[in-house]
């Protein structure tokens, strides 16, 4: 029997590369036909990854694993749920609020507006007005129907009321025991490696796992910073929704500059429709630099730093693939997709450029 094993021919790397390649096909269709219910265990998952840094270190303290899960699981979920409990009633009478308040806004932002319609469409013959109002209304109804689309596939694909049933109470229970074997799962995982490939993969994990620590960890506390400041800024001025917008705006970071250009948007559209009153405008935009100057000159780049590798075209294309591809369970996998993607091309690239299929059968 061990003469057969060792008679037996090594695979060609054209044998080894088909292999993969359809395993990965069949991790994606897998993927795709259960992506209704993977949302609490991928966002379990990526809990138990952005806190696997200090159950390791409670357990270098002293801890045992067991218990050091224990400690931080309860306290991440229950001040998870404490914020929830404090923010929802305030969150709620602001919508509330600015639903009473809607018809104002319009009826003020109509009358502001339609002097500089007036002026505008004064230069404009009444065939290009008429061309003009055809061609606004029509990329207006596609741009509406492209994100109701998006926001149906998000909601359909991942925030069902039987999602968020699974995602209170199934999340805390995976991201518990995943946090508690989470050495032994990276040991099992390594123990699957390839022998002859296993160092080059184990480096290029490694590179994964520094870009998303560098992305994933850093950017969520920037995001988390950024919410507090901007719904606390946002609120002082006096901005009706300042709290939603500024929370919203603080999150939205996490995808590069779009987060914060729609806020500003936003608030400024807001503070118009408020009455435009100049101290209210101008604290919306003091707020605004300060935050930009927070985010880009302090927070950024002691928290996340230069080494992540992730182009910002690059990340928010892989949010919208991701949604429109998985819903909200993509929106949560999108970003390491894209890091194990960008590792993948950048050492197939490399590779490549030191080949002779690129320097032409030179060595």
């Known amino acids: 029997m061990t003469e057969e094993r060792q008679m037996k021919p090594a695979m060609t790397p054209g044998q080894r590369i088909r292999i993969w390649a359809m395993g990965a096909v069949a991790f994606l269709v897998m993927l795709y036909l259960l992506r209704s219910v993977l949302l609490p265990f991928v966002a379990g998952m990526a809990i138990a990854y952005f806190l696997d840094p200090l159950a390791d270190r409670l357990e270098r303290a002293g801890l045992s694993r067991i218990l050091a899960t224990a400690i931080i699981t309860l306290f991440f979920f229950s001040l998870f749920g404490a914020l929830l409990f404090l923010l929802i009633p305030v969150l709620e009478q602001q919508v509330v609020t600015f639903v009473q308040r809607l ?8 009358e502001r507006a339609r002097p500089l319609l007036h002026e505008f469409y004064s230069h404009l013959s009444p065939a290009e007005v008429e061309k003009l109002q055809s061609s606004v209304g029509a990329y207006a109804g596609t741009a509406v129907g492209w994100v109701v689309e998006v926001g149906k596939g998000v909601l359909t694909g991942g925030i069902a009321i039987l999602s968020i049933l699974s995602l209170l109470f199934i999340t805390p229970v995976v991201t518990f025991y995943l946090l508690r074997d989470w050495d032994h799962m990276v040991d099992t995982i390594d123990g699957w490696l390839p022998r002859h490939r296993a160092e080059t993969i184990r480096g290029e994990l490694k590179t994964i796992d520094r870009t998303l620590a560098g992305f994933v960890r850093g950017q969520a506390t920037v ?141």
């Open 103 to 110: 018809p104002g806004y319009v009826a003020t932002l109509n």
């Open 223 to 363: 995001c988390l910073t950024l919410a507090v400041f901007y719904g606390a800024g946002l609120t002082l001025t006096g901005l009706d929704l300042g709290l939603m917008i500024g929370i919203g705006t603080g999150l939205g970071a996490f995808v590069p500059y779009v987060g914060m250009l729609i806020g500003l948007i936003a608030s400024m559209g807001l503070a118009i429709a408020q009455g435009a009153e100049l101290h209210l405008i101008g604290g919306v935009g003091v707020v605004f630099i300060i935050g930009n100057i927070l985010e880009g000159n302090i927070l950024t780049p002691k928290l996340v730093g230069d080494r992540v590798g992730l182009h910002p075209v690059w990340i928010i294309f892989s949010l919208l693939a991701g949604g429109a591809l998985f819903g909200f369970v993509g929106i949560l996998l999108a970003v390491p997709a894209a890091a194990v993607i960008g590792v993948v091309v950048r050492f197939t690239l490399n590779n490549y450029l030191t080949s002779s299929l690129y320097h032409g059968g030179e060595t």
